[in-house]
């Protein structure tokens, strides 16, 4: 397999999650991924979106990276599909390879280790730990009340307009995603690849 063209970290829920729209951005996300050439960097999992957008990336051509812990493996949650799978002993280690080995983040719905995983990222970015673009992909509204609260906080004087402004929040795949990998100093001739496959 050729080299990626680039390599997004996505968050995600370990669960599909009550409406449709989930599985279906999950899918659509790895669809992309494959198409344009990518990799996908991920918790490793194969149960609910992170499953989902794993198979999909695979199905697509794209390359899939999976970091996991070993709590997970003996639970027999890992995707043993994953073209690179690294077991882990700790979150702290699996989070770090995660950052480590991507251009770019975007989270997708998901719970408690998606929120945790998306404000670590989020908050590392804003003092300057890296430089890596940050995106948020507001499916069927699931993350309306929090993108509120943070204009709430910002309004409150908890944050500046600069860091909500790290935070790119989109709805729609075929936006969001070229938007991250741009911003990941990676050119329009991979973002051009939709229109000749």
């Not at 194969?46 to 794993?54: D, E, I, Q, Y």
């Amino acid at each position: 397999m050729a080299e990626p063209a680039f390599s997004l970290c996505v968050y995600c829920g370990s669960r599909a999650g009550e409406r449709p729209e989930f599985a279906q951005a999950a899918t659509a996300v790895g669809q992309w991924i494959g198409a344009h050439g990518g990799q996908l960097v991920y918790g490793g999992g194969r149960n609910g979106l992170m499953g989902l957008v794993a198979e999909a990336t695979r199905q697509a051509g794209g390359r899939v990276l999976g970091v996991i812990p070993q709590a997970l493996v003996d639970k027999e949650q890992a995707n043993h599909a994953c073209d690179e799978l690294h077991i882990v002993q700790t979150m702290h280690q699996r989070k770090a390879l995660m950052a480590e080995r991507c251009d770019a983040f975007l989270a997708l719905p998901g719970g408690i280790g998606t929120f945790e995983e998306l404000f670590e990222v989020w908050t590392w970015r804003q003092l300057g730990y890296h430089d890596k673009p940050v995106g948020l992909l507001n499916v069927a509204g699931y993350y309306d009340r929090l993108l509120a609260f943070l204009k709430h906080s910002m309004a409150e004087g908890f944050m500046g307009a600069w860091q909500l402004g790290l935070l790119q929040a989109g709805t729609d795949v075929d936006t969001l995603l070229p938007a991250l990998v741009q911003a990941a100093g990676f050119g329009q001739e991979i973002v051009a690849l939709r229109s000749v496959i």
